[in-house]
Every structure is written in C-alpha cells, then in structure tokens.
C-alpha cells in the first residue's frame, strides 16, 4: 500500500504515506519511496492519495442482537403509531408464522409524546404473539396473546420492572424486568438463524470500516458459536465478548480460564446497574424533573452488584456495568472503588456513564475505572434529556470531555442497534455535538465536545485499550494486526458538511480485503 495519507494513530499521532504487510500483520511503515524500494509485494495497491486510518472499534454495540434485529420488523425512525401498524402488517404478509418481533419504537418522535396501548394490536393478531421493544430495550409493547404466554396479569408486582395497568386493565406496555417474562417464551433461534444473523451483522459493520466490536452481554453458548466460526474462517469480524450476569456465564468462564484468540477475546462480565433515562428507568439521586416522586431504580439490590464484583475481582476478570442514572453510577463507582482499592490497571468499565454527579467525576480518575461512552446518545438524548434532568443535572450528562480527562483516554462506541452503526455518526457527534439535522446550531453543551484527534483514538486505540488489546490493535504501527480502512475523505481535515458524507473505499483484516464499495 502505497501513495497513501496513513493515519497511524501512534503515540505522536505522526502520519505515513506507504505501509507493508506480512502474514497480516504490519511489517513496516514510512514514506512511498522506502517500503517500495525495501519491500517486495505481491501485490501492490495505490492508495492514490485516499487518506487511511486504523480500522475502527466499537467499544460498546449488540453485534448479534444487531444480527438478529436485522430478521425483524424494523420499527426504528416510525412517526407515530399508525406506522408502526402499518410496518407490521406488511412484515407479517411475507413471515406468515411464529413470533412478530420488532424493535426500534420511539414515542419521543411522535406527535403524541406517550405510550402507546395495545388495543389495536388484539384486534390485528388475536392469535399470534407480538413484541414490539422501545429504541433503549428498557421498554416495549406486547400484545394480549403474548401477554398470556408470559402469564402477566393486572396487577402482578417483580422487582426492577414494571406491568403498565390503566383502568384495571393492562395496556400492554412493560418496563425493563417485566419484558422478560415475555421474550423468555420467544423461542431461541436455530443455529441457521444464529449464522446468517452474524454474517449479516458483519456485512453491515465491514461496510463502514468496523473491524473489531465489543459485543456487550452474550451468552456462552452464543460465544462458543462465534468461536467456531471463527476459527473455521466463515466469520472474520474481531469480537471482544463480555458475558452476560448470569451463574452459567460466570461458571463456564471461570472453569474455562481467560479465552483469547486473534479474532476473540472473552474476559469480561457484563452487568446492569439500572434502565435507562427515555423510559424513566435511570436511577437518579433526586426525582426526575418531569415526574414527581420518581427516581427510578436499580435493576438488582446493592448486595448483588456487590457480590458479583467481590468475585470478578477475586478471579481476575474485567467487569463492566451499564450505569445510567447518577445514582446508578455512584452505587457502581463505589463498589468498583472498594474492590479496585486505588491506582490500578484493571480496566473495570462503567458502560455508558451517562448522568454523573459533579463530586463523583473524579472517582474515575482515582480509581482507573473507564467511562465507555456514545456520543450519538448525546445528540438522541437531547431533545428531551433536559425534560428528564433538569437543567442544573443535564451539566453533568454525556459529560465526556469531562469524563475523558480522567484517565486520559476514553473509548467510544454506538450501542447499536440502540443507535445506527455508522462511525462517521459517532465522529460528527463527539466534534460537533449536533446530530445530522445540524441540531443544534451551535451544538450541544459544546464544553464536553472532544477534539478530532481524540474521537479518533477514541474509536481505535482508545477502544482497544479498554479491550486489552492496545498492543495488537488499535494503530498502524510495526507488528499489529494490518486493519485498516481506505476511506474517500479525510476525518481529521474534511470540512464539517462533507464528514457524515464519507464513504468506505475499502475494509481490511489482517491485511486482507473483508469490503469494497462497488
Ligand atoms: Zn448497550
């Protein structure tokens, strides 16, 4: 590869033109003249002049939920509730048995800003069971067919969820736990279904220069499907596994050892803290500023988040915990605290770290824990985060200047499909703060933006420093895995019209073609 703008993303964040490649690693790095000159290649490739960068990590998405989703009724971008009926009846036309799931509703981007019943639903698909989940996950609409499988009645309490009941009735809408007892009864899908999911999923993300994601909260029954199919070739994409918080995850793990291959790594335990602040499930230290009374909560008692964390630590595993709420992060950042001690290299995460109180920032710092954060929740969010927070506390949300001046670093990611998978999205979001509307005008909380040079590292080796793996990936530098991307406009000068414009030319894994645009 030669003739090339080469991003190299190193310590200096120093910029080549021409790179060689051996058994898919980087052999060297330097100007066209030299590597032409001193290396012998097969085949050589004229980058003419495009600018290159390290192929991009998404330190936190749903890859294989992301597949699955994909197999579903999309119901993301609907404009109120009509449409989303609407979107169903033509999905259920061509899949005409079993389960209609969708997920992606959004009640905020209607014009009636509220929940919706499921009247309608009954009357359409008396007979089929139908689970419709919010944008979050942390909230979603069944049907009454459903609803009966999953034995919910008027009335019924659990912990950490909700059963919505209006009238004495129920209207069809729960919240966090109480989703469970519904998809429980969704049958799991067939190994046919689990493959074309990732080969889908990786299809898509190679499109826009993924090369490695952090899939946050598989099973082991999930990752020994990935494993094998790695290994045998048919799946390409770099996976960083965390495991979900349950008993079978923790035993097979921790009976198992660390597993690491150049393709997986699987060290770490996902856990929930608490919801999330769309749905008002964000656990907060004072009311939600829109709804009296409400704090919102957390998902597990303390006693639970405690114990998990006394046994990673004892173990040796990397915990990461998805905390919302300034409550949620503080309950979190405490524990971590009192197992982590103080300065450390352990790399315990908090996922998302979304609302955090202005006395708790500097806990991150203190005791080396991550912030993990999206920016592009950031320009979601705002539109109505203001509404949930207040204005004082929305100071102290998608805070990640502020977060990233902590450690020092940060990583970046999406969440997808909670949001859209496109890196550029997240680029222009950490920059400019506005979302593709230019909303807006001057940007949101502009204090917190990050430099262009830093959204970069955020999403390469930033992101794989938070995996662990910093010294294989994350920059072109002599040695690493030679991931790269080819891309038709240069982030780090483009002007801000042109950057959610930008395209893959082509994707590279260990110096292998995985895309091309045609
Ligand atoms: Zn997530």
Same mark, same amino acid.
Not at 52 to 67: C, K, R
Not at 312 to 333: E, P, Y
């Given at each position: 590869?030669?003739?090339?703008?080469?991003?190299?993303?190193?310590?200096?964040?120093?910029?080549?033109?021409?790179?060689?490649?051996?058994?898919?690693?980087?052999?060297?790095?330097?100007?066209?003249?030299?590597?032409?000159?001193?290396?012998?290649?097969?085949?050589?490739?004229?980058?003419?002049?495009?600018?290159?960068?390290?192929?991009?990590?998404?330190?936190?998405?749903?890859?294989?939920?992301?597949?699955?989703?994909?197999?579903?009724?999309?119901?993301?971008?609907?404009?109120?509730?009509?449409?989303?009926?609407?979107?169903?009846?033509?999905?259920?036309?061509?899949?005409?048995?079993?389960?209609?799931?969708?997920?992606?509703?959004?009640?905020?981007?209607?014009?009636?800003?509220?929940?919706?019943?499921?009247?309608?639903?009954?009357?359409?698909?008396?007979?089929?069971?139908?689970?419709?989940?919010?944008?979050?996950?942390?909230?979603?609409?069944?049907?009454?067919?459903?609803?009966?499988?999953?034995?919910?009645?008027?009335?019924?309490?659990?912990?950490?969820?909700?059963?919505?009941?209006?009238?004495?009735?129920?209207?069809?809408?729960?919240?966090?736990?109480?989703?469970?007892?519904?998809?429980?009864?969704?049958?799991?899908?067939?190994?046919?279904?689990?493959?074309?999911?990732?080969?889908?999923?990786?299809?898509?993300?190679?499109?826009?220069?993924?090369?490695?994601?952090?899939?946050?909260?598989?099973?082991?029954?999930?990752?020994?499907?990935?494993?094998?199919?790695?290994?045998?070739?048919?799946?390409?994409?770099?996976?960083?596994?965390?495991?979900?918080?349950?008993?079978?995850?923790?035993?097979?793990?921790?009976?198992?050892?660390?597993?690491?291959?150049?393709?997986?790594?699987?060290?770490?335990?996902?856990?929930?803290?608490?919801?999330?602040?769309?749905?008002?499930?964000?656990?907060?230290?004072?009311?939600?500023?829109?709804?009296?009374?409400?704090?919102?909560?957390?998902?597990?008692?303390?006693?639970?988040?405690?114990?998990?964390?006394?046994?990673?630590?004892?173990?040796?595993?990397?915990?990461?915990?998805?905390?919302?709420?300034?409550?949620?992060?503080?309950?979190?950042?405490?524990?971590?605290?009192?197992?982590?001690?103080?300065?450390?290299?352990?790399?315990?995460?908090?996922?998302?770290?979304?609302?955090?109180?202005?006395?708790?920032?500097?806990?991150?710092?203190?005791?080396?824990?991550?912030?993990?954060?999206?920016?592009?929740?950031?320009?979601?969010?705002?539109?109505?985060?203001?509404?949930?927070?207040?204005?004082?506390?929305?100071?102290?949300?998608?805070?990640?200047?502020?977060?990233?001046?902590?450690?020092?670093?940060?990583?970046?990611?999406?969440?997808?499909?909670? *949001?859209?998978?496109?890196?550029? =999205? &997240?680029?222009?979001? $950490?920059? !400019?703060?506005?979302?593709? +509307?230019? @909303?807006?005008? /001057?940007?949101?909380?502009?204090?917190?933006?990050?430099?262009?040079?830093?959204?970069?590292?955020?999403?390469?080796?930033?992101?794989?420093?938070?995996?662990?793996?910093?010294?294989?990936?994350?920059?072109?530098?002599?040695?690493?895995?030679?991931?790269?991307?080819?891309?038709?406009?240069?982030?780090?000068?483009? *002007?801000?019209?042109?950057?959610? =414009? &930008?395209?893959?030319? $082509?994707? !590279?894994?260990?110096?292998? +073609?995985? @895309?091309?645009? /045609?």
């Amino acid at each position: 590869m030669y003739n090339a703008k080469i991003y190299t993303v190193d310590s200096a964040f120093s910029i080549a033109e021409a790179l060689a490649v051996k058994n898919g690693k980087i052999q060297a790095l330097g100007t066209s003249k030299d590597i032409t000159k001193n290396y012998f290649a097969r085949q050589k490739i004229n980058a003419q002049g495009k600018s290159i960068y390290p192929g991009f990590i998404d330190a936190h998405a749903h890859f294989y939920s992301y597949g699955l989703s994909l197999q579903r009724v999309d119901l993301t971008g609907t404009t109120g509730w009509e449409d989303i009926l609407n979107r169903l009846q033509t999905f259920a036309k061509t899949n005409t048995d079993g389960w209609l799931t969708g997920r992606g509703w959004d009640q905020n981007d209607w014009p009636v800003k509220e929940f919706p019943s499921k009247e309608k639903l009954d009357e359409l698909f008396p007979d089929r069971p139908l689970l419709l989940t919010r944008i979050d996950g942390h909230a979603a609409i069944a049907n009454q067919k459903a609803m009966d499988m999953g034995g919910i009645v008027p009335g019924q309490k659990l912990t950490g969820g909700t059963v919505e009941v209006k009238n004495g009735k129920l209207t069809g809408i729960l919240i966090d736990n109480a989703i469970d007892l519904v998809s429980a009864k969704i049958p799991e899908p067939s190994l046919q279904q689990i493959k074309a999911a990732l080969n889908e999923a990786q299809k898509a993300c190679f499109a826009v220069g993924l090369t490695t994601v952090d899939d946050c909260g598989l099973n082991a029954k999930e990752v020994m499907i990935i494993d094998s199919l790695q290994s045998k070739g048919e799946l390409k994409m770099r996976i960083y596994a965390m495991l979900s918080d349950a008993q079978a995850n923790y035993d097979f793990l921790f009976n198992k050892g660390k597993i690491k291959t150049d393709y997986l790594n699987v060290r770490s335990f996902k856990v929930y803290a608490d919801g999330a602040l769309g749905s008002r499930g964000a656990c907060l230290l004072m009311p939600y500023a829109d709804k009296q009374g409400l704090y919102g909560f957390l998902l597990s008692p303390q006693q639970h988040f405690d114990s998990v964390a006394n046994i990673i630590s004892s173990k040796g595993f990397q915990m990461c915990t998805h905390a919302i709420g300034d409550s949620g992060n503080r309950t979190v950042l405490n524990i971590y605290a009192k197992y982590l001690k103080g300065k450390n290299d352990l790399r315990w995460r908090i996922e998302h770290a979304q609302v955090v109180n202005e006395k708790d920032f500097s806990l991150f710092g203190q005791y080396n824990i991550i912030p993990s954060v999206q920016p592009t929740h950031a320009t979601s969010d705002m539109y109505w985060a203001g509404d949930r927070l207040g204005k004082e506390r929305e100071k102290g949300a998608y805070a990640f200047k502020k977060l990233l001046q902590q450690n020092g670093w940060i990583p970046l990611g999406t969440d997808f499909p909670v *949001e859209d998978i496109s890196p550029f =999205k &997240t680029f222009y979001a $950490a920059v !400019f703060r506005q979302d593709a +509307k230019d @909303f807006p005008n /001057k940007g949101y909380q502009m204090d917190n933006a990050l430099t262009r040079e830093e959204t970069i590292r955020g999403m390469t080796i930033w992101a794989a420093k938070s995996n662990f793996e910093e010294k294989e990936k994350g920059s072109l530098e002599k040695g690493k895995f030679a991931d790269f991307i080819i891309l038709d406009n240069d982030l780090m000068i483009a *002007e801000k019209k042109e950057i959610l =414009k &930008t395209n893959v030319i $082509a994707t !590279f894994i260990n110096g292998e +073609k995985v @895309f091309e645009k /045609k």
